[in-house]
């Protein structure tokens, strides 16, 4: 069963699907999941339709959103500032606790890219989330920015766009706006998946992202369990970053470098992807059963 929802978040309605799966008896409460995407996307998209397609076939209720400015959601187009979409999924959070069909105890995410640095820092500054699942994520926005915009050329003009931002903003009180792939690069063999195409985004969406440091909060999340997934050759977010996260993390965690796989690894369905999944579930976040 699939229904919409929405749920309030700063005076904002966020656009949401709620799975439950089959086979749910009168009164029994399950472990869910809040299924957040990456940067620019929706919850239409297919790195989000095959989490939630595969952790609602093993059982487990999702609730995939639009985060603010995205998709179905209220909020400004372009304007994509983590921090505030931490917010989004801390309200999320906040929904699938009031739901008779979840295990308010049981509430994990699993996040790509984008979606996993919001996961990371949201895991890290909330309690109330129980386990997390991280694909190609990332711990630091600086060292992140940098890889993806090399010293030189690429680095200056990536930095000046964001200072005229600013310039642009004290001057004007609007957001200068700027190409989605001059934020992050993408490969011209990678776009098709992308659901949301050549968007243009607030300058501040890039300033937002280069202040944001999920690293510094991975730690908090233990003892709580994380999943961190990378390609080994992923060509938008190095797989190095993952590894900083592991180096930042604390017990239990496992990082798992895929090859063969890219950054869209969740829309290729990768088989190999799928059972380090459907394992880490088992030891770390079982459908039944107390968490170890």
Known sequence: MVERVAIESEGLKLAGLLHIPDGLKPGEKRPAFLVLHGFGGNKEGEQGAWATRTLLQWGYICLQIDFRGCGESEGVRGRIVPQEEVIDAQ?????????????????????????????????????????????GGWGSGPRKS???????????????????????????????????????????????????????????????????????????????????????????????????????AKSPVELHLIDNADHFMFAESNPRVTNIVKDWLTAYFPLEGKLP
Not at 176 to 198: N, S
Request: aromatic share 6%.
């Open 91 to 135: 309200n999320a959070i906040s929904f699938l606790e009031t739901r008779a069909e979840v295990d308010p105890k049981r509430i994990a995410i699993c996040g790509s890219s984008l979606g996993a640095a919001v996961g990371i820092v949201t895991a890290g500054s909330d309690k109330r989330v129980a386990a997390l699942i991280s694909q």
């Open 146 to 248: 940098m890889q993806q915009h090399p010293p030189g050329e690429a680095w200056n003009k990536f930095l000046g766009m964001i200072m005229e931002g600013v310039r642009h903003r004290e001057r004007t009180g609007e957001s200068l706006m700027v190409e989605r792939f001059d934020i992050v690069p993408v490969p011209e063999k990678l776009r098709a998946l992308l659901r949301d195409g050549h968007m243009q985004f607030t300058a501040e969406t890039a300033l937002g992202i280069f202040l944001f440091h999920p690293e510094n909060a991975i730690g908090a999340i233990a003892p709580r369990p994380v999943l961190l997934l990378h390609a080994v050759r992923d060509s938008v977010t190095p797989s190095a970053e993952s590894i900083e996260l592991y180096k930042h």
